[in-house]
Nanobody, 121 residues
Framework: VQLVESGGGLVQPGGSLRLSCAAS????????LSWVRQAPGEGLEWVSD????????YYQDSVQGRFTSSRDNAKNMLFLQMNNLKPEDTALYYC???????????????WGQGTQVTVSS
């Protein structure tokens, strides 16, 4: 099982970034996938979940309306489009897999290495 994030970088407040997560070693369409972030000196913070088929998507309140999660199961890819970024969005962003047969709130059993997003002028 491998999850590899990409797309992070430095962006000014109000800017946009699109994160990608490439999944391999498992059938991604069988799992809920999640985005989780960790700001400097802080704990892990859940950002978003998307169900197996991409038809149900959940967001943390602070990103609702600004972030959009999507997935392409044919390509085993997960995406996070982030618009109107704020300095408080600065964090290491991880994609993660929920344990099979679980959904929102289920244990996360595989993680990527993370991609850094820095929002600063």
């Amino acid at each position: 099982v491998q999850l590899v994030e990409s797309g992070g970088g430095l962006v000014q407040p109000g800017g946009s970034l699109r994160l990608s997560c490439a999944a391999s070693g498992f059938t991604s369409s069988s799992y809920y996938l999640s985005w989780v972030r960790q700001a400097p000196g802080e704990g892990l913070e859940w950002v978003s979940d998307i169900n197996n088929g991409g038809t149900l998507i959940y967001y943390q309140d602070s990103v609702q309306g600004r972030f959009t999660s999507s997935r392409d199961n044919a390509k085993n890819m997960l995406f996070l489009q982030m618009n109107n970024l704020k300095p408080e969005d600065t964090a290491l962003y991880y994609c993660a897999r929920r344990m099979e047969t679980t959904g929102l709130g289920g244990p996360l059993d595989s993680w990527g290495q993370g991609t850094q997003v820095t929002v600063s002028s």
